[in-house]
Every structure is written in C-alpha cells, then in structure tokens.
C-alpha cells in the first residue's frame, strides 16, 4: 500500500449506532464526532491503523453545515452519504489504504467491491 491511509468515516451511520438523543441535535451529534476524531491522524488506531492516517468524515441531511477542523476533512453529501463515501473511495489511489468505517450492509459491499477494507463504529468509537 502507498501513503497515508484514507479513514473515511460514515457520519450517520456512526452517530447513529449509540442511543444517545442524537436525533434530537444532528449538527451536534455530527460535530461531537468530528471533535473525538481530531487526535487519529497523528495517533492513528492502533494497533490495527499506524498513523499518520488522513480523515474524512461524510455527513448528510441536517449535518451538512458541520465545517472541517485540522485533521478532519468534512465532506457533506449533496445527496446520499453512501454515495459520498462510495465516490470518495473510488477516486483514492487504488494502492493506498482505504478504510471505512461504516455497519451499513449495502456500503459495506459496495466500498469492498472497489478495494477499501470496513471497519464497524465499535471499531472506531470502543478505542
């Protein structure tokens, strides 16, 4: 694999696997997220993901005003997140590592087929 891996990280479908009211403050939920990922690309996730590794985060619907902040590219969807995420993978060099971080069944397949590993959130937020 070449250079800094991709992390790309589907919003949603993180913020989405805790019960924890984020229904009633998407931006927030999407902005807290964000916040707790701002340490990976210098620490990376390990031991699995050294760093330094780049991130992305996709957001959607009501959270697409949430900006990026250093170390964290926030991608809001103009449509589907899915998509987003699918296109972001797709357009990455092929030979650097992609990994997405996502427990939705049909993104799972769709980013597999074009070569990124998948991760589910506990992957990410049980660190």
Same mark, same amino acid.
């Given at each position: 694999?070449?250079?800094?891996?991709l992390?790309?990280?589907?919003?949603?479908?993180? &913020?989405?696997?805790?019960p @924890?009211?984020?229904?009633?403050?998407? =931006?927030?939920?999407?902005? +807290?997220?964000? @916040?707790?990922?701002?340490?990976? *690309?210098?620490?990376? &996730?390990?031991? !699995?993901?050294p760093?330094? /590794?780049? /991130? /992305?985060?996709v957001?959607?619907?009501?959270? +697409?005003?949430?900006?990026s902040v250093?170390? =964290?590219?926030?991608?809001?969807? %103009? %449509?589907?997140?899915? @998509?987003?995420? =699918?296109?972001? $993978?797709?357009?990455?060099? *092929? %030979?650097?590592?992609? $990994?997405?971080?996502?427990?939705?069944? !049909?993104? +799972? !397949?769709?980013?597999?087929?074009?070569?990124?590993? /998948? +991760?589910? *959130?506990?992957?990410?937020?049980?660190?």
């Amino acid at each position: 694999m070449n250079g800094t891996p991709l992390l790309i990280v589907d919003a949603a479908n993180v &913020v989405g696997s805790r019960p @924890d009211g984020w229904w009633r403050d998407r =931006v927030g939920a999407a902005t +807290r997220l964000r @916040d707790s990922l701002t340490g990976l *690309p210098d620490s990376g &996730v390990p031991p !699995e993901l050294p760093p330094p /590794v780049e /991130v /992305v985060l996709v957001v959607e619907g009501a959270a +697409r005003g949430v900006p990026s902040v250093p170390g =964290v590219r926030v991608v809001a969807a %103009q %449509q589907s997140g899915d @998509d987003a995420v =699918v296109d972001l $993978v797709t357009v990455a060099d *092929p %030979q650097r590592r992609r $990994v997405v971080i996502t427990a939705d069944r !049909e993104l +799972r !397949e769709r980013v597999l087929r074009r070569g990124a590993e /998948v +991760r589910g *959130p506990r992957w990410l937020t049980g660190r």
